[in-house]
């Protein structure tokens, strides 16, 4: 299975987890990823995933005071398990979750 050359450019990391979900025909959806939970809406706004961004920032800062931490906590356990499926969506399928 050859990578998309369009993929080229991107880190080894990404390419090898790429392969590993294609090969997997997405039953695989990336593992941990400690740079998307340590970062969260950061990370995603780097790797290009602007919409994901938005909807995380508006998601935390609408909820209420009192609950606030535990949806950031919610939310980059999220990011930390499906940020490379985030990512791998955005750059093969040109789509953003």
Do not use: H, R
């Amino acid at each position: 299975m050859q990578i998309n050359p369009n993929l080229s450019n991107l880190d080894i990391y990404y390419q090898e987890e790429f392969k590993k979900i294609i090969d997997s025909n997405e039953t695989y959806q990336g593992k941990w990823n400690w740079y998307s939970f340590l970062f969260g809406a950061f990370w995603l706004l780097f790797k290009g995933a602007y919409l994901s961004a938005i909807c995380l920032l508006i998601v935390i800062y609408i909820a209420p005071a009192q609950i606030s931490w535990l949806v950031s906590i919610i939310a980059w356990v999220f990011l930390g398990t499906k940020g490379t499926w985030i990512y791998y969506n955005l750059k093969v399928k040109n789509k953003t979750l």
